[in-house]
């Protein structure tokens, strides 16, 4: 097993919505996995970069602040160990942002291949707010600011944390020495769920996801109207097993890995129902979100408690950032003033 005790894991969400099985499978499971063997794990709920394309519906990101959080708790993470950061709550991040997008050009940016999908999805066509084309300036800033060498993530993010280090790298040069670590991104099994309408990626934003607070019934809804083999249309008929959502979902969270493998044959071969796929998948989820449903119940009675966590985890972050600021600054050679008490009586005499 790889030994992760030296190392610092900054991984988050954009609080657009509550989270769902593609959150699981690509982040958050491994983030309960190293949770408590790495030397720290920061978790922020990246509340600015949400706003980068939601600025019209501001209230919609700060409601879901909250909403994410409590996920979290129901999964499991603990604060303790991997404390929840408000990005918006720390303003040193925004500062190394501005400090980045000096080493970073407009050319660069418009080539991320994540941004550029995203963009056509959101049907920006020109109208592309500056903030959106520079969340992955902001997304090195939240990185490096904690110095995080792993960052748990699905396969969307590869780019992101591929500019991060072209950034990390500019500041050293700068530096003469090394600044700021090299990251990795930590891959799951399942890098990319798809939709259960069988497109590429379920995600908050196309409302194609299963939450991970999905009500029961919600669940087998959303089970039988999985995408599947349209060419199926017999029982008796030979299957196509890839494209398909149900074994996506079978792959991604049925633990008897041998049972799927020998269900995808079967299916190829004929003879096997999407039903009975669906069934199965069905029981599986169930087992799996019942207990966080209930959990999240429990933590969703306090909201100023888990508010109050978020706090704790943000003041702890600032302390961390700042002490990386610091350092930025001083590679950019920025002067340093010290911050003295105001001199009312001085100031009145010209304000
Ligand atoms: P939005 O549509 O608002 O961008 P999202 O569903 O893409 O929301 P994010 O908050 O952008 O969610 O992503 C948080 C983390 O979850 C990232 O590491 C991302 O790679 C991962 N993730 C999101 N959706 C999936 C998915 N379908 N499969 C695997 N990982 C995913
Ligand atoms: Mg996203």
New binding site residues.
């Given amino acids: 097993m790889t030994d992760y005790s030296n190392d610092i894991i900054l ?4 609080p ?2 509550p989270l ?1 099985l ?2 699981f ?3 958050l499971a491994n983030r309960l996995a190293l949770q408590g063997q790495c030397r720290r794990q920061f978790v922020l709920i ?1 509340d600015l970069q ?1 706003l980068t394309d939601n600025a019209g519906d501001a209230g919609r990101v700060a409601q879901n602040v909250l909403e994410v959080a409590l996920d979290y708790l129901a999964v499991g993470l603990d604060p303790t160990l991997s404390p929840f950061v408000l990005q918006s709550g720390v303003p040193e991040l925004s500062d190394l942002t501005m400090l980045y997008l000096n080493v970073v050009t407009v050319a660069r940016l418009e080539r991320n291949p994540t941004v550029k999908a995203e963009i056509q999805q959101r049907g920006f066509a020109r109208d592309i707010p500056a903030g959106f084309l520079c969340y992955p300036v902001s997304q090195a800033a939240d990185i490096t600011a904690f110095k995080a060498t792993l960052v748990p ?5 590869l780019s992101m944390v591929e500019q991060t280090n072209e950034i990390a790298f500019r500041i050293n040069r700068l530096a003469g020495r090394d600044v700021l670590p090299e990251a990795k991104a930590l891959l799951s099994t ?5 939709g259960i309408d069988g497109k590429a ?6 409302g194609n ?1 299963i939450n991970l607070s999905a009500s029961s019934e919600e669940i087998a809804r959303a089970v039988q109207m999985m995408f599947t083999d349209p060419g199926h249309l017999r029982v008796s008929d030979p299957g196509r097993a890839e494209g398909h959502a149900v074994f996506a979902y079978l792959d991604a969270f049925d633990p008897d890995r041998a049972a799927v493998e020998e269900l995808r044959s079967h299916y190829r071969r004929g003879g096997l129902g999407d039903g009975a796929l669906k069934s199965r998948l069905n029981d599986i989820l169930q087992a799996l979100l019942e207990p966080v449903r209930r959990r999240r119940k429990q933590f969703a009675r306090d909201p100023a408690y888990v508010m109050r966590l978020i706090g704790e985890g943000t003041a702890t972050a600032r302390e961390v950032a700042a002490r990386t600021l610091a350092e930025v600054r001083g590679v950019f050679g920025l002067a340093k003033i010290e911050p003295l008490p105001v001199d009312r009586k001085r100031l009145s005499a010209t304000w």
């Avoid at 991984?11 to 954009?14: A, I």
């Avoid at 990626?201 to 196309?206: Q, V, Y």
């Fill in positions: 991984t988050g969400d954009r657009t919505g769902h593609g959150h499978a690509g982040s990246a949400a993530v699905g396969d969307d993010q399942m890098p990319r769920l798809p990626k379920a995600s908050k934003s196309l996801a």
